[in-house]
């Protein structure tokens, strides 16, 4: 059986190949500097550029407008010149952290993990309050027949089912920890109706689910509930029929490269300025009310999750 966890150089390829051709993907702030400085002999700081990326866990196309405030807050705060890099996939994001060509990533639980496995020296720096104790929903279109309850939905195992991405935490990792932990089984023994769904992104899972694409499925609580309050979704025909118990998840996670393209202590900086923010917009742009610090120990139960998760 294919693990979830790292081995070796890339952390991507091995995840990877946890279920046939599907791909995990995610995201990362990043900084142009290291690389186009050094092949070009400059190591001036005025000419680096720190670039950022976000996990993709909904819908890409909107976002570097969604992130430019980010972006805009940590020019100013850090006195450095700042660019929004999309990425289509988490699983490219983590690649190119793990290659140098970005070094600070808004990653997932796992996708952070999975960066700081790869590049030694890397530091969690910042979450979201919220991110300490997040949690994920399993929900079922309205024509199941089931309902919200304290206990873990067995009945699921005989319908067709969906996660998000292969790489996200809430999406996909951390809920089939939960599934192996209530049943016995991994996803592939739980799970009767096949090929099991991966939607890419949080909120088409819902939607799928809503539609009836799939019967059930499971995402971000965050997402479903930004979803209740846009009008996206319907909770008469999406219902959540299962909440997990809370595990830690999104970071902000940095390079030790950063420190060689911008000088020493800037890290430590950087960690200042993400736990200071109270610019509204960027805030509003992570989906967070404030952000607290983190280290890589925060993470670890994640990491041993990421060891056990198994697909057939």
Not at 120 to 127: D, I, P, S, W
Not at 276 to 291: F, I, N, S, T, V
Request: aromatic share 10%; hydrophobic share 40%.
């Amino acid at each position: 059986m294919k693990q979830f966890k790292k081995e070796g150089r890339s952390a991507i390829r091995k995840l990877t190949s946890c279920f046939g051709s599907v791909a995990i993907t995610a995201t990362a702030l990043t900084l142009s500097s290291c690389g186009d400085k050094g092949k070009k002999g400059d190591t001036s700081n005025e000419t680096a550029v720190l670039r950022f990326s976000a996990i993709p866990d909904e819908n890409t196309t909107g976002q570097a407008v969604r992130f430019k405030p980010v972006a805009d807050y940590l020019a100013k705060a850090l006195d450095v010149k700042v660019e929004f890099v999309p990425s289509a996939t988490y699983g490219a994001s983590v690649e190119k952290f793990e290659n140098g060509d970005i070094h600070l990533a808004w990653f997932g639980g796992v996708s952070g993990e999975q960066a700081r496995q790869a590049v030694e020296g890397a530091e969690a720096l910042a979450a979201g309050k919220k991110d300490l104790a997040f949690k994920s929903y399993f929900v079922a279109n309205v024509a199941t027949g089931l309902t919200k309850s304290e206990e873990f939905p067995t009945a699921i195992a005989d319908m067709t089912f969906t996660y998000g991405s292969s790489g996200s935490t809430s999406g996909c990792i951390m809920p089939s920890h939960f599934i192996m932990e209530k049943t016995g089984k991994t996803p592939m023994e739980f799970f009767q109706r096949k090929p099991i769904g991966f939607s890419g992104a949080h909120d088409k899972t819902a939607l799928q689910v809503q539609d009836g694409t799939f019967q059930a499925g499971v995402l971000s609580y965050g997402k479903y509930e930004s979803m209740l309050q846009e009008g996206t979704i319907d909770p008469a025909k999406c219902l959540v029929v299962w909440e997990t118990p809370p595990f830690a998840d999104y970071n902000f996670t940095a390079h030790p490269a950063l420190e060689k393209a911008f000088g020493k202590g800037f890290v430590a900086k950087l960690q200042k300025a993400l736990l200071d923010c109270k610019d509204p917009a960027a805030l509003k742009a992570l989906g967070r009310d404030e952000l607290v610090k983190v280290t890589n120990e925060t993470f670890i139960p994640v990491a041993k999750v990421m060891e056990k998760v198994k697909f057939d």
